[in-house]
């Protein structure tokens, strides 16, 4: 047991060092990048299809990079903003890496790219381990989710230095309360900015765009009071601060496992190969007719 925390730390430690790495480098030539995480289906690629309309408008360099276990449907809707898009197929893994992304961005994110948004795997518990090297972390809920999830999933909600509340024009229809969700986000992470969305209605739009250059101008993000714990992930022996303590198996199995080199599998195991080499899981899906709309910029 010892063994297999001591090797999911190993490995949180390798993606933490990469994710500071990359940010420099990034944030060095004039990159920010904002780490988008929901549980699937809460409308991070319709809000973003707004976003990046909106920075296209402006005259903002934005791309966008999306990964999925399967399917281009959302590199194919984030495209038609004219936008460089990028489609990452995880092979089976539920979250994005630090190392992945930087191998994804080689090659493919223009020069001059202002803003690069990442829409992250579908899921709440994976994702939220792993520093991308962003410079913004959002977390979006939409009000069909139920006002408890903050608190079920701590460690998304309490990292997150930008909440986003998305379908907000249905949120009558599903009685959401919202009063209530603000008051569980406040409990894990203190102070967290909480916005209102719809993509649909167009409340909001915008938000999400400002804020990201707000980060990249230094303009001092949230900074998450649970940033500063020691290890603070949904697995493991961690304990979240309060009174929510996350620990023994969080059991999202979700629509894929974790494979790899020391790679996580939703359940607290983590699996090493032991050959210490990084295996640069994902396949690069930067397909022409995605490519030709990224081109039209
Ligand atoms: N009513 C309403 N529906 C929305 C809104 N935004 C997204 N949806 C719907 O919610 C569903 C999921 O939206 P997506 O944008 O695909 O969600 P996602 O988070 O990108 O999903 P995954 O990438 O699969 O995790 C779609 O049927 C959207 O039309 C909104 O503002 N209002
Ligand atoms: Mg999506």
Known sequence: MC??????????????????????????????VVNLL????????????????LARERGVAVAALTADLATE??????????????????????????????????????????????????????????DLGESL??????????EDKPLKYPTAFGLAQLVVVTKTDIARAVDFDEAAFRAHVEQVNPGVEV?????????????????????????????????????????????????????????????GHDHGDGHDHGDGHVHAHGDGHDHGHGHDHDHPHVRSAAQTR
């Open 137 to 146: 972390r959002v977390v979006l809920a939409s009000v069909t989710e139920g």
């Open 195 to 255: 916005v209102l969305t719809s993509a649909r209605a167009g409340e909001g739009i915008g938000l999400l765009l400002d804020r990201a250059l707000a980060a990249g101008e230094g303009a001092g993000a949230h900074t998450p009071v649970m940033a500063g714990l020691q290890q603070p992930h949904d697995h493991g022996h961690s304990q979240d601060h309060g009174h929510s303590h996350d620990h023994g198996h969080s059991h999202d199995h979700g629509d």
């Open 3 to 32: 063994r297999v925390v001591d090797l999911r730390q190993a490995v949180l430690a390798k993606n933490d060092m990469a994710a500071q790495v990359l940010r420099a480098e990034l944030t060095a030539r004039g990159t920010t």
């Open 38 to 53: 929901s549980s699937p289906g809460s409308g991070k690629t319709a809000l973003l299809e707004r976003e990046l309309l």
């Open 73 to 130: 449907n959302d590199a194919q809707r984030l495209a038609r903003s004219g936008a460089p898009v990028k489609q990452v197929l995880t092979d089976g893994l539920c979250h994005l890496e630090a190392g992945m992304l930087g191998r994804h961005l080689d090659g493919w994110l223009p020069e001059d790219t202002r803003l690069l948004f990442v829409e992250n795997v579908g899921n709440l518990v994976c994702p939220a381990s792993y």
